[in-house]
């Protein structure tokens, strides 16, 4: 059974950095993306990045230049560094998993709070 489980949230002020770290268990290969994702206080869960095997990465708009997802698929472990930290960046922090023949995403971890003040 696959297993999410995040790590590094906490409260910074704005301008800071934090890195979001999500360690995975359970996957037998390689065939699986790994994604981020943030719900903030009265929003919608929205996607913040995406990890691929391959090496590649997409980002939504509003963290382009200021966040970096890195997916090491060996150690199974998805990583989000996050600087230039705004307070519409506070939210509950996601990891999930999708294996490449789903349709959805598959997996969730419990989250990890991320609260960035003025």
């Known amino acids: 059974q696959v297993q999410l489980e995040e790590s590094g949230g906490g409260s910074v002020p704005a301008g800071g950095s934090l890195t979001l770290s999500c360690a995975a268990s359970g996957f037998t290969d390689n065939l699986y993306t790994m994604g981020w994702f943030r719900q903030g206080p009265g929003n919608k869960r929205e996607g913040v990045a995406l990890?691929?095997?391959?090496?590649?990465?997409t980002y939504a708009d509003s963290v382009k230049g200021r966040f970096t997802v890195s997916l090491d698929f060996i150690g199974r472990t998805l990583t989000l560094e996050m600087s230039a930290l705004r307070p519409e960046d506070t939210a509950m922090y996601y990891c999930?998993?999708?294996?490449?023949?789903?349709?959805?995403?598959?997996?969730w971890g419990q989250g990890t709070q991320v609260t960035v003040s003025s």
């Open positions: 990890g691929f095997t391959d090496g590649r990465t």
């Open positions: 999930a998993a999708k294996p490449f023949s789903a349709s959805g995403w598959t997996y």
